[in-house]
């Protein structure tokens, strides 16, 4: 099985207080290619790559994960963030992020494309989201796919014109994940699980809440199942999302949308379980470095 993940490269510049800065290769779409990468899975991303030291620095992180990169132009540099971190390794972002991606055929992946991913910035900036959403489009009717927000609020413009953009990315999703900071922001005030019954109707099988250390959701038109978080001394937060996405589409890998509207209570348990177990791994240790299938096994093993 064949995935294809389209979104955003970042350098995460990581800033601590006392220390020195550290780049790290980030964005949410590129975590989440190197995650399923790390999990064996054949993966292409296709994004945005400046030749640059960090570009350069992003481009061998992927390939020694295996992720295959395919470039829909090329930017004036290489998308960054500041991540500056609390006492308690909780992030904060500040960003300098351009999205042009150009329109094109599909990249050549190593299979038939039957999961694809958006999210993040890609699929709701100017003018490339454009792109994404069209690409997405034409590979749907043979392809499953799943979307993150990823909201950045710094990034996203009037709150209502947000929301129009990311409903429109969750109405082409099988699957949606979302942090209870994403939905808080979109939608104020705003139970998570009254937020996923309503995307629900526009046309995903599955929403999947993640709460940090409360663990995870996973709301379907049948079923609202949750999950805890396993204890862990965190390090920092960056990426810990991504490793949740990259575990659950791995897990899933496979199932047509027949498949996913067909997952009961157990199955979604056990989901959320596995994802949290990867997620896990990722903050305790420093960036986004989600497991490869020997850690994640010995971390649910662990329990």
């Known amino acids: 099985m064949s995935f294809l993940v389209i979104g955003e490269c970042v350098a995460d510049i990581v800033r601590e207080p006392g220390a020195a800065d550290v780049v790290h290769p980030g964005g949410s779409p590129a975590n989440v290619a190197y995650g399923l990468a790390r999990l064996g899975r054949e993966t292409t991303l296709l994004t945005q790559l400046a030749d640059d030291p960090s570009g350069r ?3 061998a992180h992927l390939a020694g994960a295996g992720v295959r990169v395919a470039v829909g132009g090329v930017p004036a540099r290489t998308p960054s963030a500041v991540v500056s971190l609390d006492a308690r390794g909780r992030a904060a972002y500040a960003f300098d992020i351009a999205w042009t991606l150009t329109a094109g055929e599909p990249p050549a ?3 038939p494309v039957r999961h694809v991913h958006l999210g993040s910035v890609a699929a709701v900036t100017a003018p490339g989201a454009a792109t994404v959403l069209a690409l997405t489009g ?3 009717p043979a392809a499953t796919v ?5 909201v950045r609020p710094a990034l996203m413009g009037d709150r209502a014109e947000a929301v129009a953009r990311v409903e429109r990315c969750v109405a082409l999703a099988d699957l949606v994940k979302a942090s209870d900071e994403d939905l808080a922001w979109l939608h104020p005030g705003e139970p998570p699980e009254e937020v996923a019954a309503r995307w629900l109707a526009l046309g995903p099988a599955v929403v999947l809440v993640t709460r940090g250390g409360d663990g995870s959701l996973a709301v379907t038109r049948e079923h ?3 999950a805890g978080a396993p204890p862990v001394a965190v390090v920092d937060t960056v990426g810990a999302g991504d490793s949740f ?19 009961g209570p157990a199955a979604l348990a056990a989901l959320l379980v596995r994802a949290g177990a990867a997620a896990s791994v990722t903050v305790a240790r420093s960036g986004a ?15």
């Open 57 to 59: 620095l992003i481009a």
């Open 109 to 111: 992946t190593p299979g």
């Open 138 to 140: 034409r590979l749907r």
């Open 146 to 150: 799943s979307y993150d927000p990823n």
């Open 224 to 226: 609202t199942v949750a």
């Open 245 to 263: 996405m990259s575990a659950v589409l791995d897990a899933l890998a496979g199932r047509d949308r027949a498949g996913l509207a067909a997952l």
């Open 289 to 303: 470095r989600p497991p490869d299938r020997a850690e994640l096994e010995a971390a649910l093993a662990a329990g």
